[in-house]
């Protein structure tokens, strides 16, 4: 096992990882802005190096920086969490070639589930199942119009690169398609879109991709570790259909628009999905599901811990970056791995709300000091944030403040925690979407567990 790990993070997934890093005995070095000197994980880290100024494209996502903080530091291994370089396989190779540990995927399973196109068509092939769309990337116009007609309107429209649901709309006609394809292509040609297995496709123009839409879809996701050993596993779906603007806002497990029958696919299917690219460490493989059908078609996956990593360790009692740090190091796995689809129980329901520092209405960023913050506390009650008072909420960075997780035996005890949770979570000074969480753990529809990726857009029509 390695002795330090660089946490190339910041905020509260930062925190969380150096919390594992330290329980594990070994060294936590944090990388930081001039923004964010003063925050939590720099503080509780063991070592913290200055990479920069307050922009992103200055500091965390400065590979060179990055990796400078290794050396000066003497850092062994390099965690990356989520967002910023964790998808970048550029980035990973660079980390390897430097002989450092890279705590993920191989750079190879990241390249190719990172363009949705060859990812689609990779799972395709392993007989994971996927939606009706196009094989190739769409770079202009004109094609995506003759591939609407053939696959039949509504279509989903995205970005074959990047994940996050940025830039990503629904066309139900073909004038809603010209204004989905313009708002795709900018955030292709912002974020990076990938070719489609096509070199030349990035010099013609940016690599759209154009799928089937399901109407009455939930978003649900599975957990899977690849082991040190080879061995793929899932450990359970997590439900991330409550979201805005294709940005999810709150998560939970087990999803309760999933039946017996179709859990066991989706297990089966996601570690197919893992043993089809050889996977390492933590990953998601996310899909989406009919309701009324009972059934799901593939989305895409991502080569990393996820945000709401946290109602999986509540529900299964594995910690997943203890489990991403074992695997790295060439060892295995700390807990039963009998069965690929169900290596351990799953006990209980568990909630995942995003404090967001943002308007609860519109949900428009909403940065601004921190005069009172005060977490909730409690049987079953979990918070994974990133500030404590008199810290601020910078412009520079994703709004997410805090994750607040609740446990129960069921999903009525676990709805029972939440509400008390947020009733007593005090944030003063930058607007947040308390007020939010509040509204939607009272809506009918997400109560009675019968709710799809429309319900934000229907309780704010």
């Not at 094609?143 to 649901?165: F, H, L, Q, S, T």
């Not at 999905?273 to 599901?289: F, I, K, M, Q, S």
């Not at 009919?290 to 009692?317: C, I, S, W, Y």
Request: charged letters at 25%; a negative charge.
């Amino acid at each position: 096992m390695f002795e330090s790990v660089l946490v190339a993070n910041r905020g509260e997934i930062a925190r969380r990882i150096v919390r594992t890093v330290r329980a594990m005995g070994l060294r936590a070095i944090v990388v930081h802005s001039e923004a964010d000197a003063d925050l939590p994980f720099v503080l509780e880290a063991d070592e913290a190096f200055l990479l920069g100024p307050s922009a992103p494209a200055h500091s965390y996502l400065d590979t060179a920086k990055v990796l400078e903080a290794c050396r000066v530091t003497g850092a062994q291994a390099v965690h990356p969490g989520y967002g910023f370089l964790a998808e970048n396989a550029a980035f990973a190779q660079a980390v390897i070639d430097a002989g450092l540990v890279w705590i993920g995927p191989s750079p190879d399973a990241i390249e190719r589930m990172g363009d949705k196109i060859n990812a689609r068509n990779l799972m395709e092939r392993a007989g994971v199942p996927v939606a009706a769309g196009t094989r190739e990337s769409v770079t202009d116009l004109a094609r995506a119009r003759i591939a609407a007609a053939e696959i039949g309107y509504p279509v989903m429209v995205k970005a074959a690169g990047g994940g996050g649901g940025i830039g990503m709309g629904v066309a139900h006609d073909e004038a809603g398609l010209t204004k989905a394809y313009e708002t795709a292509a900018r955030a292709a040609e912002r974020f990076g879109g990938g070719t489609g297995g096509d070199p030349e496709g990035a010099s013609r123009g940016p690599a759209i991709l154009l799928e089937r839409y399901i109407e009455r879809a939930r978003h649900v996701e599975v957990q899977i570790l690849g082991l040190a050993d080879g061995t793929v596993v899932a450990l359970g779906e997590r439900d991330c259909s409550v979201q805005r603007r294709h940005q999810k806002v709150v998560e939970e497990s087990p999803s309760p628009g999933v039946t017996p029958e179709l859990r066991e696919r989706m297990l089966a299917a996601a570690v197919r999905a893992g043993e089809a690219v050889g996977y390492r460490g933590a990953g998601t493989v996310e899909c989406l599901v009919d309701a009324d059908a009972q059934d799901f078609v593939f989305l895409e996956m991502n080569t990393r811990l996820q945000v709401e990593h946290p109602v999986t360790e509540l529900v299964t009692g594995v910690d997943l970056v203890r489990q991403q740090l074992l695997i790295a190091a060439g060892e295995p796995a700390d807990f039963p791995t009998a069965s690929p689809e169900h290596p351990v129980e799953v006990t209980g329901h568990a909630i995942e709300l995003r404090v967001y520092a943002e308007d609860p209405k519109r949900f428009f960023p909403g940065p601004g000091k921190i005069d009172v913050w005060e977490e909730p506390s409690g049987p079953g009650v979990r918070v994974d944030s990133g500030y404590v008072a008199g810290n601020t909420v910078t412009p520079f960075y994703d709004p997410l403040m805090a994750k607040l997780c609740v446990h129960g035996a069921d999903r009525e005890e676990a709805l029972a925690r939440a509400r008390e949770a947020v009733a007593a979570f005090r944030v003063e000074g930058p607007k947040n979407n308390l007020p939010f969480c509040a509204e939607l753990l009272e809506n009918a529809e997400f109560t009675g567990g019968d709710y799809d990726t429309g319900l934000v857009a229907r309780m704010r029509a």
